[in-house]
């Protein structure tokens, strides 16, 4: 079983910065898509951010600009910077490797209060 680890979150005020990051296990896995989503209360899972092995990326059209997916592969790491936040973004964040279906990290809370 695939287990990946997320790291990073927490709160945040307005117009504040948060990194996460997100490793799998081994380097075999960097060859896959992988993206961040995430959950709002009472909302449905969105995408966030995507990024392919090739490092194309895909954004959220109200991340984008303000959001940046990233990878390393020597690392088996994959990140997301999110800038200029808002209360809007508050949500669980889930990183997401597309292997077999899709892996699931165990989601991290990201809160923007004031």
């Known amino acids: 079983q695939v287990h990946l680890a997320e790291s990073g979150g927490g709160l945040a005020q307005p117009g504040g910065s948060l990194e996460l990051s997100c490793t799998a296990p081994d380097n075999m896995y960097m060859r896959y898509h992988m993206g961040w989503y995430r959950q709002a209360p009472g909302k449905r899972r969105e995408m966030v951010a995507a990024i392919n092995a090739g490092g194309d990326t895909n954004y959220l059209g109200s991340v984008q600009g303000r959001f940046t997916i990233s990878r390393d592969n020597a690392k088996n790491s994959v990140y997301l910077q999110m800038n200029n936040l808002k209360p809007e973004d508050t949500a669980v964040y889930y990183c997401?490797?597309?292997?077999?279906?899709?892996?699931w990290g165990q989601g991290t809370q990201v809160t923007v209060s004031s």
């Open positions: 997401m490797l597309d292997y077999k279906g899709g892996v």
